[in-house]
C-alpha cells in the first residue's frame, strides 16, 4: 500500500512513522511536513509543504490511505482561530485532496470527548473534524480518541505533564476510559485501521487504548 501520514513530526505520527517504515505492506510512505525531515528511506517522499496554500494538484496525493495525526494545543497554536485552522481546517482538506486523487481510507488522531456541540472549544474543534470527515464518505474511516497520550514529546506540555503524574499514580484504581493512553498503542491502533481498513466508520476509544 501507499499511504500518506501528515502530523509525522508529533509523538504519535513519528511512530507511526517508523511503523510505516518498517511493515512490508506498506511500499510508500508520503509525509508531507512544514520542514524537511531528519529521515531517509528509499521509500519515503517527504514533500516541504504550507498546509496554508498546498498543492492542489501535486501527484504524490495519489495514495490508498492517510492517517493524520496532524494537531496542537491553543497554547502552541497562539490562538483559538490558528488552532482550529490547524486542528480542523488542515486535516480536512488534506482528506479532501487524496480523497479526489483516489485515497479509500482515512484513520485520524483525534481526541477523547471529541463533540462539535461540546462547551469545551478543544472538543468543539475536534468533533467538528470528525463530523465533517464523516460527511466526505470515505469508504474507510476510523476516528482514534485517546484521552491524556503517554510518551515523551519533543516540546514539554506542563499541564499535560502534571496530568500525567496524578493519572500514573492512580491508574491501577482508574476506570480503563481514564488511563494514560501510551503513544504506541494509539500507534499500533492507527497502523492497522490504514493497512487493514474496514469498511464503514470505526471508532477506537480511550478504553482500547489504555
Not at 495519489?62 to 490558528?82: F, H, N, P
Not at 480523497?99 to 481510507?105: E, N, P, T
Amino acid at each position: 500500500m501507499k499511504v500518506m501520514l501528515v502530523g509525522a513530526t508529533g509523538l504519535v505520527g513519528g511512530q507511526v512513522l517508523q511503523q510505516l517504515l518498517d511493515d512490508a505492506r506498506c511500499d510508500a510512505v508520503v509525509a508531507p511536513t512544514r520542514r524537511p525531515l531528519a529521515v531517509a528511506d528509499p521509500v519515503l517522499l517527504n514533500p516541504v509543504v504550507d498546509f496554508a496554500a498546498l498543492p492542489v494538484d501535486a501527484d504524490w496525493w495519489a495514495v490508498d490511505a492517510v492517517v493524520c495525526a496532524l494537531g496542537s494545543t491553543i497554547k502552541q497554536a497562539g490562538s483559538r482561530e490558528m488552532f482550529a485552522r490547524i486542528d480542523h481546517d488542515y486535516p480536512l482538506q488534506v482528506a479532501t485532496l487524496a480523497q479526489a486523487h483516489g485515497a479509500q481510507a482515512f484513520v485520524l488522531n483525534s481526541a477523547m470527548g471529541a463533540n462539535a456541540q461540546s462547551r469545551i472549544f478543544y472538543n468543539q474543534v475536534k468533533g467538528r473534524l470528525e463530523q465533517d470527515l464523516r460527511g466526505l464518505g470515505y469508504p474507510s474511516l476510523t476516528l482514534v480518541r485517546p484521552g491524556l497520550i503517554g510518551g515523551e514529546r519533543a516540546e514539554r506540555r506542563t499541564g499535560e505533564h502534571l496530568a500525567g503524574v496524578v493519572l500514573g499514580a492512580l491508574g491501577p484504581v482508574l476506570p480503563r476510559a481514564w488511563r494514560i493512553n501510551p503513544a504506541g498503542n494509539i500507534t499500533a491502533a492507527m497502523l492497522e485501521a490504514a493497512l487493514e481498513p474496514r469498511p464503514g466508520v470505526q471508532v477506537i476509544d480511550s478504553a482500547q487504548l489504555a
